[in-house]
């Protein structure tokens, strides 16, 4: 993930660690989730050693594409095809309009 964030033009590593220790990064708020109606796309990666591989377990929303890719915690720098196939697989199981 360190060379992930290197090619990251002025990352703030302040700010990223300061997003660690703040209180509510330590919820567990999957417990909302059977709550959120909408539909959602919960897209992860089986290498994102900053959450966790397994963390989508005990996420329960009732409108929920659960899908993975072999990205670590930047999918969208790091498998991007991955990334636009969920995308498209979200958006036509829920009949969304897209381009």
Request: glycine residues 6%; aromatic residues 16%.
């Amino acid at each position: 993930m360190n060379a992930t964030y290197q090619e990251i033009p002025n990352w703030n590593h302040d700010f990223s660690a300061i997003g660690m220790v703040h209180n509510d990064y330590l919820i567990n708020f999957k417990t909302f989730t059977p709550a959120i109606k909408i539909p959602v796309l919960f897209f992860y990666g089986e290498n994102d050693w900053t959450i966790g591989p397994e963390h989508y377990k005990g996420v329960l929303f009732p409108n929920m594409v659960l899908l993975k890719s072999s990205s670590g915690h930047i999918p969208f720098m790091e498998n991007k095809d991955d990334l636009e196939t969920a995308m498209d697989i979200f958006l036509n199981t829920y009949k969304i309009n897209h381009p």
